[in-house]
């Protein structure tokens, strides 16, 4: 499975960074997880995508709980997730 986060971001570039790296050590935590990277979305109108690679749904349940980020909600105001299933 493919998860996108796709973020509106309104805090500063060194924070940005900060919220990545919380990220990949989250997946790193997380059998079955792999962090992808941060890109520009080219096909919606958020500031970010973080793409996310997941074993299973299990896998994704266990990243949201490790992932530590106190969230300011003048930073990153919302955020949408899309599960896209691989091919076989």
């Known amino acids: 499975m493919i998860i996108l986060v796709n973020i509106d971001w309104y805090g500063t ?13 989250a997946t790193e935590k997380v059998e079955g997880a792999k962090f992808m990277g941060r890109y520009a979305p080219w096909n919606s109108k958020y500031h970010w995508t973080y793409f996310t690679k997941v074993t299973d749904m299990g896998a994704w349940m266990k990243l949201n709980e490790v992932f530590e980020w106190d969230r300011d909600y003048k930073e990153l105001t919302h955020q949408v997730v899309d599960i896209y299933q691989e091919p076989n």
């Open 13 to 25: 570039a060194e924070k940005l960074k900060k919220f990545d790296e919380a990220w990949k050590k």
